[in-house]
């Protein structure tokens, strides 16, 4: 089984910034669309963030628009998200999962059921 390793999470305050970055070890990420999700204590996990690989098309749900980018550096096998501005809303924890059914994002929605490969998480928390 494949596992991805999520790392960068960390405690900040309102308005800082954090990096996040998703790696899979012994595991190609090329091909496959990669998307973030994260889910907050008592709610369900949500969409992020999803890139793709042949086009870098990108979905951003809207509470993240202009705040967070994801990117991906593909000789490093690597993917990150950048969280810019944050908000103690954006408290949760941050998986970020491999989608073996797309190499690109669809527009307007991420489906969760496609992603197939996942991470432990990496607690993000967005103090007032």
């Known amino acids: 089984q494949v596992q991805l390793v999520e790392s960068g999470g960390g405690l900040v305050q309102s308005g800082d910034s954090l990096r996040l970055s998703c790696v899979a070890p012994?595991?190609?990420?090329?091909?496959?669309?990669i998307g973030w999700f994260r889910q907050a204590p008592g709610k369900e996990r949500e969409a992020v963030s999803c890139?793709?690989?042949?086009?870098?098309?990108?979905f951003y749900v809207d509470s993240v628009k202009r705040r967070f980018t994801i990117s991906r550096d593909n000789a490093k096998n690597i993917v990150y998200l950048q969280m810019n501005s944050l908000k103690p809303e954006d408290t949760a924890v941050y998986y970020c999962?491999?989608?073996?059914?797309?190499?690109?994002?669809?527009?307007?929605?991420?489906?969760?059921?496609?992603?197939?490969?996942w991470g432990q998480g990496t607690q993000v928390t967005v103090s007032s």
């Open positions: 999962a491999a989608n073996l059914m797309r190499s690109t994002c669809p527009r307007g929605t991420m489906i969760q059921h496609e992603y197939s490969y």
């Open positions: 012994g595991f190609t990420l090329d091909y496959y669309a």
């Open positions: 890139i793709g690989y042949s086009d870098g098309s990108t």
